[in-house]
């Protein structure tokens, strides 16, 4: 049972639907199941531009983001406050733009105030790039409040990565102006891992025009290009395809409103049980993640923890990331989750702590179950 921040589980439907021989790429059959699923990536990403499914993972769509729209020499800003932050930094170092860090502590938030300054010391900033929900902390970003004070203060495109908020968070991206933002299969999407989704507004692919770095397989406007003609510039994935199409008829059907309400009790449900345990969280109750519930344990050792709810449960819970290693448990709750998971997997929990020999202060399972029991 997959309890990490990604890949996430994959519905039944979805599995028996990939289990099929490959269809041509190029094949009328194959250009339809391309038109329906570039309809319903818009209606996920809420936007009218094209959603340009790469074969790649999420790290390919923002390494695209940044050789795309932008030159080398170009001054960028980077939000970082964890694993992935660190990440769109070095890449963009790699490929010779000037970046300036925007930081904040492992579990706290980007402070918008913050990048607001550090726009107003530099006017010609080309784009500020946003790790949403920093998988490696468990922390969300407030990206409404820094896309405002990105607009406020300059004429920089905003750069998102929606890896494990998409799906998971409400994310209006027309209405709110992003510019570019990219995600990957094996998280909100009910895919296993192979492709990375990326979408551009008008004022991105103005940019493009004029943007120097060297691309050919990641250029976007290849994609662009052939999505607009029910196709793909390259041999796309063809069963993912097919997994695909089912995955966005299954979220059609839920709903976005009721797939982001989903999430947040689920975050809420297992925020309260890890409250009721005496685990301490890492993440603010104020930013925490719809996505994963990062837990630094006192007087339990969390490597032994995942050690026990694997070998004795068959639940996978990831671990921490670089000086968090050893130290800390991430629980996943994004994509194919339901009550039941959770139920599950937090009395799971607490029986591995008993188990353990740690004394808990409550009922990790009576919490959460309190909190789902509320809609
Ligand atoms: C927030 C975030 N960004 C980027 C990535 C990298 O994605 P990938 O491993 O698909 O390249 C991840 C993966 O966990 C992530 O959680």
Redesign the pocket.
């Known amino acids: 049972m997959l309890m990490i ?2 890949p996430t589980p994959v519905p039944e439907k979805v599995l028996l639907a990939m289990a099929k021989h490959p269809i041509g790429h190029r094949s009328g059959e194959f250009s339809q199941i391309i038109a329906e699923t570039n309809e319903n990536l818009k209606w996920l990403f809420q936007t009218q531009n094209t959603v340009m499914a790469l074969c790649a ?4 769509t ?1 390494e695209a983001a940044i050789i795309n729209f932008l030159s080398a020499g170009d001054r960028v800003i980077v939000g970082v406050n964890g694993k ?1 932050g660190e ?1 769109w930094a070095q890449i963009a170092k790699a490929y010779g733009l000037n970046v300036q860090v925007v930081s904040a502590e492992w579990g706290a938030a980007l402070n918008p105030e913050d990048i607001a300054q550090a726009l107003k010391a530099d006017p010609g900033v080309k784009a500020v790039v946003i ?1 949403h ?4 902390t468990g922390v969300l970003n407030d990206l409404e409040a820094i896309n405002k004070v990105v607009k406020d203060n300059s004429d920089a495109l905003i750069i998102v ?1 929606a ?2 908020s998409l799906g998971s968070y409400n994310i209006p991206v027309d209405e709110w102006g992003i510019d570019v933002i990219g995600s ?1 299969s ?2 909100g999407f009910m895919l296993p ?1 192979g492709m ?1 989704f990326i979408t551009a507004s008008d004022k991105a692919w103005a940019a493009y025009e004029k943007a120097t770095l060297p691309k050919f397989y990641l250029d976007l406007g290849k994609y662009r290009k052939a999505a607009d003609k029910k196709s793909t510039p390259f041999t796309p994935p063809v069963n993912l395809y097919f997994g695909m199409k089912v995955a966005l008829e299954m979220m059609k059907a839920e709903g976005l409103e009721s797939i982001f309400a989903r999430h947040t009790r689920h975050k809420e449900a297992t925020r309260a049980a890890m409250k009721a345990l005496g685990l301490p969280l890492f993440a603010p109750d104020t930013h925490a993640s719809p996505a994963v519930t990062s837990v630094v344990p006192e007087g339990v050792d969390a490597e032994k923890i995942r050690s026990v709810m694997k070998k004795r449960f068959d639940i996978a819970l990831a671990g921490g990331q670089d000086h968090m290693s050893g130290k800390m448990f991430r629980m996943g709750h994004l994509g194919f989750v339901s009550d039941r998971d959770i139920l599950c997997a937090i009395s799971a929990l607490e029986a591995t702590l008993q188990e353990l020999g740690h004394k808990t202060p409550d009922s990790g399972v009576i919490a959460a179950s309190e909190r789902l029991q509320k809609g």
């Open positions: 921040p990604g993972s999420g790290t390919g923002i992935f990440r790790t929900s920093e998988t490696s990565d890896v494990t990957g094996q998280k891992p990375g």
